[in-house]
């Protein structure tokens, strides 16, 4: 594969293994840097995989019907970025932060 397929194909396992309808935080492990930054809108940003996966536990527990995936932008030239689609319900207060 060229370098750009094995990019969106990085990209869109980790839409699906990490946003998709069913987490696997172990994605967070074999994909993410040690030193990872997660920036996710209206929360605080997460740095490294201890603090990514707590946020998505928490996420998760707040969220639980959480299903994105993901959308290759077509001027991405061979760098690995996406862009999330998808939905999810608030099912009810958690304390989630």
Not at 41 to 65: N, Y
Request: with cysteine.
């Amino acid at each position: 594969m060229s370098k750009e397929e094995d990019n969106k194909a990085l990209v869109g396992r980790w839409f699906m293994e990490f946003w998709g309808e069913t987490c696997k935080l172990s994605v967070v492990d074999e994909l993410a840097a040690p030193d990872m930054l997660l920036q996710y809108s209206l929360h605080k940003p997460r740095r490294g995989r201890k603090e990514i996966k707590a946020f998505m536990f928490g996420f998760r527990q707040a969220f639980p019907d959480l299903n994105f995936w993901g959308g290759c932008r077509p001027h991405c030239r061979g760098r690995l970025c996406g862009r999330p689609l998808g939905r999810r319900r608030h099912a009810h207060w958690s304390g989630f932060q």
